[in-house]
């Protein structure tokens, strides 16, 4: 059988754990399988409503007929159509779903006649599933609104009309009739709002981590990795490291759009080193000497760093709202979860730097 994994690549073009992810998949299809498997990438830039809808377009028109059997996780790649189509789930576009901003007025898509038409056409399904006609037909009309004299506000992103049009075309991509098997990479994807149909069945699948060459050496200095965006709250880890007083150091892999705040929030304290940019082939090695990993971020899809850091021999330190870091960490047994504050996560450190044997425990 001939395996299509069909995914988004962002733009500017960043490997991630989704990334890993199919490509640790990949390499089972081809060397533990009889299948061939192929990953199809497109870049799809997403930093506007219009480029969104173009990310979109392009992914619904892809052709994969060639295929026997097609795999996606992660808007927009699963507007493919495919007769055996598999979504694997890691996460849908939150800042659209669980995370949109409260308080968005989305009075104004009733108030130009146009916009009204065209919200009631996308809301004219009967509860049911748009069927494959409407999603050409969609792109269409956004067209001609893309002429029609409309303030520039209707285009916001995150907005109340992409975020409408992007239901839509979720729901036409992820029904049912399209869909022969749903999965999600762990319990806490499947159990978000939304994110998968009524009464379908979601297979919980926790993805591994993709090398195998992790290893457990002796304990000197706290590490993490992370993009460095604010819902990675890595910042609370930075203010958790003024109420540890011990010489124990704190490094951080990753880059990100709040890495300049996060340096100038660690000031002057020369234990938090900001590693930058880490290659995959080294991550083992900090890792291996490493006598706890923090990971704290807000509501995780997954959290592929818990996984490396036991495949470590590592406690992993989380909080309670962490979201997939919970369905591994067991508080007291393979690491410590604490209430989201900074002050009870260095509590916790503190734990582990009096009693190294209880973090190798």
């Known amino acids: 059988m001939k395996i299509a994994i069909v995914t988004p690549h962002p733009v500017p073009l960043a490997l991630g754990g989704a990334e890993n992810l199919w490509w640790g998949l990949q390499e089972h299809f081809q060397t533990k399988t009889e299948h061939e498997c192929d990953v199809i990438a497109l870049l799809s830039p997403e930093g506007s409503f219009w480029d969104l809808i173009s990310s979109y377009e392009t992914f619904s028109k892809l052709d994969l007929s060639t295929y026997d059997c097609v795999i996606s996780g992660k808007y927009p790649a699963w507007m493919v159509n495919h007769p055996h189509h598999i979504c694997y789930m890691l996460h849908r576009l939150r800042g659209l779903y669980d995370t949109y901003p ?7 898509l009733f ?19 748009p069927d494959d006609e409407q999603i050409p037909e969609l792109f269409d009309k956004l067209r001609e609104l893309k002429s029609a004299d409309l303030p520039e506000s209707t285009f916001a992103f995150p907005g109340p009309l992409i975020r409408s049009v992007v239901h839509f075309l979720d729901r036409a991509a992820l029904s049912p009739w399209r869909i022969r098997r749903y999965a ?3 319990d806490t994807v499947r159990k978000r709002r939304g994110y998968f149909p009524e009464d379908v069945v979601v297979d919980v699948l926790h993805p591994p981590a993709h090398r195998s060459d992790y290893r457990t050496g002796e ?3 706290l590490f993490t990795s992370s993009r460095l965006d604010r819902p990675k709250r890595v910042d609370i880890l930075v203010e958790a490291m003024k109420f540890v007083p011990q010489n124990i150091s704190l490094r951080i892999a990753g880059t990100g759009p709040d890495e300049e705040r996060l340096k100038a929030l660690a000031g002057s304290d020369r234990r938090i080193e900001f590693l930058g940019y880490v290659s995959d082939e080294t991550m083992p090695s900090l890792y ?9 971020p807000y509501d995780e ?7 490396e850091a ?31 504050s900074a002050q009870a996560l260095a509590e916790r450190i503190q734990i582990l730097v009096d009693q190294p044997a209880l973090a190798k425990a």
């Open 102 to 108: 409260a308080g968005l007025d989305d009075s104004q």
């Open 301 to 307: 899809d997954y959290g592929l760093v818990t996984i």
């Open 288 to 296: 291996e000497n490493a006598l706890a990993v923090p990971f704290i």
């Open 111 to 129: 108030k130009h006649p146009r916009l009204r038409g065209l919200v009631e056409w996308m809301g004219d399904t009967g509860g049911d599933y």
């Open 184 to 186: 999600s990479i762990s």
């Open 310 to 340: 036991m495949k470590s021999g590592k406690p992993v330190l989380t909080f309670t709202d962490s979201g997939g870091p919970r369905e591994f960490v067991r508080d007291g047994e393979t690491g410590f979860v604490t209430n989201p």
């Open 219 to 221: 304990g000197h200095y």
